[in-house]
Structure formats: C-alpha cells, structure tokens
C-alpha cells in the first residue's frame, strides 16, 4: 500500500466548493494613505443630498394626491388635499418625537450632571 509523504503544508480541498484552502493568498494590505477620513463638511454635503431628494419625493407624493378629503379635529372641520394631509400628520408626529427626546435628553443632561457633583464632592 502506498502512502503519500507528509509535506507540512495544512492543504484542505473544500468538497462543496471545490476551493483549496492550501492555495489561499493573505489579504492584500491595504495602503492607509489612500483612505480619505470623513469630515463634517462632506457628512453635511450627504445630508443635504438626502434632504433634497426627501423633500422632492415629498413634492412628488404631494402633487400625486390632490384629491381633497374632509378633516375633523376636536371643534374645527376643513378640507385639504390628501397629500398634505398626510405631510401635516407626519410632521405633527415628527415634532411629536423631537419634543420627547428633547425631554429625554434634559433628564439625562440633568442626571449626569447629579452624578458629576455627586462623585466631585
């Protein structure tokens, strides 16, 4: 029976991919003078691009649904367009969520504060 001599290399045939691990090359470095870091002024530069196109998808979905539709708010009726009826009750809940975490930050601004004089002292 013949056996094959033992060369020291960790050579392994994957059978479902058919990839041999023995041939893998090492990851090319990558040269770190090429990486650009971010800065603000090109996250601003990519919010604004995103509020731009936000703000034309919303004109769009506005001019799309111009139907008017009635509305009932406690003592007040009126009619508006569906789109910017819409657009009124998405902004009423956006300011809805700014207002809470607003509260939610001035109560942690204020506990950490508590903690600081207290471990200060």
Avoid: C
Avoid at 4 to 23: E, L, R
Avoid at 53 to 67: A, H, P, S, T
């Amino acid at each position: 029976m013949a056996t094959t001599p033992d060369t020291g290399t960790d050579k392994h045939t994957d059978t479902d991919t058919g990839i041999d691990s023995g041939d893998a090359q090492p990851d090319t470095p990558v040269d770190e003078s090429a990486i650009v870091p971010a800065t603000r002024t090109g996250t601003a530069w990519l919010m604004i691009a995103f509020a731009l196109l936000l703000g034309l998808l919303m004109l769009v979905f506005i001019l799309q649904n111009g139907d008017e539709v009635a509305l009932e708010l406690l003592w007040a009726d009126f009619r508006l367009p569906l789109g910017v009826a819409v657009m009124l009750g998405m902004v009423v809940g956006g300011l809805l969520v700014v207002l809470v975490t607003a509260a939610r930050l001035t109560q942690v601004k204020l506990a950490a504060r508590r903690h600081r004089r207290a471990h200060r002292a």
